[in-house]
T-cell receptor, first 114, second 113 residues
Framework: DADVTQTPRNRITKTGKRIMLECSQT?????MYWYRQDPGLGLRLIYY???????NKGEISDGYSVSRQAQAKFSLSLESAIPNQTALYFC?????????????FGEGSRLTVL | GDSVTQMEGPVTLSEEACLTI???????????LFWYVQYPGEGLQLLLK?????DKGSNKGFEATYRKETTSFHLEKGSVQVSDSAVYFC????????????FGKGMKLTVNP
């Protein structure tokens, strides 16, 4: 089983619908991240969390919210999806932040908003 | 703000060819530099990193040297294999404790037998 598991792997939805992407990890890391990947744009940070009580906005948090239900679980929500949120979303974990530690990524959740 | 510029490709090589993927950066201070690789259908994984000037990161036959004078971190491999087919991302992280990794746009490499 993967250390960082994302569900669903693929989702097609309509504009205005609420969508939740879930991430769970077995690595025991405190830090968890949500990134968005768009073709030709690399990855951009949406939200990150140092622990259950510590949630922080990344560079593109507008239109998204997150919930850290437990050390091992970090969910990303789109309250009212719009077409420009169509992207590949990655969850990642780390035990020391990107400078001192390695980021471990899930396999990605591909979201299409029609 | 901080930024990373890398070759975008796509690039197609024959097996055993030499590979260089250029990466240059703009940053205040002294960032750490990374190469991440994304194999088909998978998430990204760390390939190598360097945390200070003149450091050389290496892994799986790949190498990259942190060149402060040219603000570069080019990825090299002397002889690529079919299994190296993937998307390669250059990234930087500042030393100020920020959680933000700044990624380049990624370069898709295909290696043919």
């Amino acid at each position: 089983d993967a250390d960082v598991t994302q569900t669903p792997r693929n989702r097609i939805t309509k504009t205005g619908k609420r969508i939740m992407l879930e991430c769970s990890q077995t690595k025991g890391h405190d830090r968890m991240y949500w990134y968005r990947q768009d073709p030709g744009l690399g990855l951009r940070l949406i939200y990150y969390s140092f622990d259950v009580k510590d949630i922080n906005k990344g560079e593109i948090s507008d239109g998204y919210s997150v919930s850290r239900q437990a050390q091992a679980k970090f969910s990303l929500s789109l309250e009212s999806a719009i077409p420009n949120q169509t992207a590949l979303y990655f969850c990642a974990t780390s035990d020391g932040g990107p400078t001192t530690g390695e980021l471990f990524f899930g396999e990605g959740s591909r979201l299409t908003v029609l | 703000g901080d930024s990373v510029t890398q070759m975008e490709g796509p690039v197609t090589l024959s097996e055993e060819a030499c590979l260089t993927i250029n990466c240059t950066y703009t940053a205040t201070g002294y960032p750490s530099l990374f190469w991440y690789v994304q194999y088909p259908g998978e998430g990204l994984q760390l390939l190598l990193k360097a945390t200070k000037a003149d450091d050389k990161g290496s892994n799986k036959g790949f190498e990259a040297t942190y060149r402060k004078e040219t603000t570069s971190f080019h990825l090299e491999k002397g002889s690529v294999q079919v299994s190296d087919s993937a998307v390669y991302f250059c990234a930087l992280s500042d030393q100020g404790g920020s959680e933000k990794l700044v990624f380049g746009k990624g370069m898709k490499l295909t290696v043919n037998p």
